[in-house]
């Protein structure tokens, strides 16, 4: 009795908008994968053009909304002991993109899972930010709804880690007020667009600034934020009265309302919310 062909999925990196950053393994592999699943057709078709590859085989639709129904397809081809190619539009899959569920079932089924590397807008818009690169944290994108985007960046308010993101263009604006408001106007941050493109920018200021400057907008391309950790002087601290009634009075200031904002600082800091109302009413100026 012999065993089952084994496959092998390539989880392949992409470039994030030059084509001269694909490497000889990708283009090998992208000619002669049994099956190549990439997030978004049209691109595939023009990286190919672009490294002159000419694909005889099959090409698989897979991106967000059909992984799922499409993965049987994937096993198949691995179930015969050939090749899977999975790509995304850009940089590494599995990284905010199409590539995890891929790997676990193939995992699951006994195949080999391996990676081409490739680039990265995480690894990459780190390395230009000009900010700490040795301890990093990497949280996708942020939470469309600013309630919850809010809250999401008061967990982090404290992270003594450089920080990474993902963002819309038409978020951007929205996005960096919040951060300003949650991790102060004063941090060190860095907005990275079109990395690797004709019109890459890379801007490097603070959160504040940088937030006044999308507000003037608009912003288009591709956009990675990278902000710096809290200071290890301020991390863990700001937990005394005077540094939760400031929290709060930041927050509103960007027009969060004050329960809100309350609650924010509460969970961020680990304090109850009774005591940052009282540090908010104590900081109050006595009236005349």
Request: hydrophobic share 45%.
């Amino acid at each position: 009795m012999t065993d089952a062909p084994r496959g092998t999925l390539v989880l392949a990196g992409t470039p994030l908008g030059n084509p001269g950053d694909a490497s000889p393994r990708l283009a090998a592999l992208l000619a002669t994968a049994d099956l190549v699943a990439a997030e978004d057709t049209r691109r595939l078709r023009r990286l190919l053009a672009d490294l002159a590859i000419t694909r005889a085989g099959p090409v698989l639709a897979f991106f967000e909304d059909v992984e799922r129904e499409r993965l049987p397809r994937l096993l198949e081809v691995l179930a015969t002991g050939g090749t899977v190619a999975l790509v995304t539009d850009a940089g590494m899959p599995s990284v905010s993109d199409p590539g995890y569920r891929a790997a676990r079932a193939a995992l699951d089924a006994g195949h080999h899972v391996t990676a081409l590397p490739g680039p990265s807008a995480v690894t990459t818009a780190l390395a230009v930010s000009g900010l700490p690169c040795d301890r990093f944290c990497f949280e996708g994108f942020l939470p469309r709804r600013p309630a919850e985007r809010r809250a999401r960046l008061a967990e982090l308010a404290d992270e003594p880690r450089t920080l990474v993101w993902f963002e819309a263009p038409h978020r951007l604006a929205a996005s960096l007020a919040d951060l300003a408001a949650t991790l102060g106007g004063e941090r060190p941050a860095a907005v990275c667009r079109e990395l690797s493109k004709t019109y890459e920018e890379v801007r490097r200021d603070t959160l504040g600034a940088l937030a006044t400057w999308a507000a003037a907008g608009p912003v288009r391309g591709e956009i990675t934020i990278v902000a710096a950790g809290a200071p290890p002087a301020e991390a863990g601290t700001g937990t005394d009265a005077a540094g939760l009634a400031a929290r709060v009075a930041g927050l509103e200031a960007q027009g969060v309302p004050r329960k809100e904002a309350i609650a924010l600082v509460a969970a961020a800091t680990g304090t109850r919310k009774r005591a940052v109302f009282d540090a908010v009413v104590a900081a109050k100026p006595p009236s005349a």
